[in-house]
């Protein structure tokens, strides 16, 4: 299981989630026996607990960069929602 857990570590971003996706597929379109389903399914917690902790990791250094450029001791959320319905206006 550590095993499996350090590769996954060491997956970036963007492989985790293709292989994530590739695996609820797999779940989805497959019949697959119990063993397969529970293994899918552990590694797809592992990837998603993965994904979760780098998009953490990324809102943190936003938040970080934005103080720094700022030059304030505050750190402010990131605001993810009003850059996409600036997008959207546009």
């Not at 902790?53 to 938040?63: F, H, N, S, V, Y």
């Amino acid at each position: 299981m550590e095993n499996a857990e350090d590769d996954t570590q060491k997956l970036p971003f963007e492989e985790a989630v293709k292989r994530l996706e590739s695996i609820v597929e797999s779940m989805e379109a497959q019949d697959l026996p119990l063993e397969a389903l529970l293994a899918k399914y552990e590694e797809g917690t592992r990837l998603a607990r993965h994904c979760q902790t780098k998009l953490d990791e990324a809102e943190l250094k936003i938040q970080r960069l934005e103080k720094t450029a700022k030059g304030e001791m505050v750190l402010k959320p990131a605001v993810f929602e009003d850059v996409t319905r600036e997008q959207e206006t546009r």
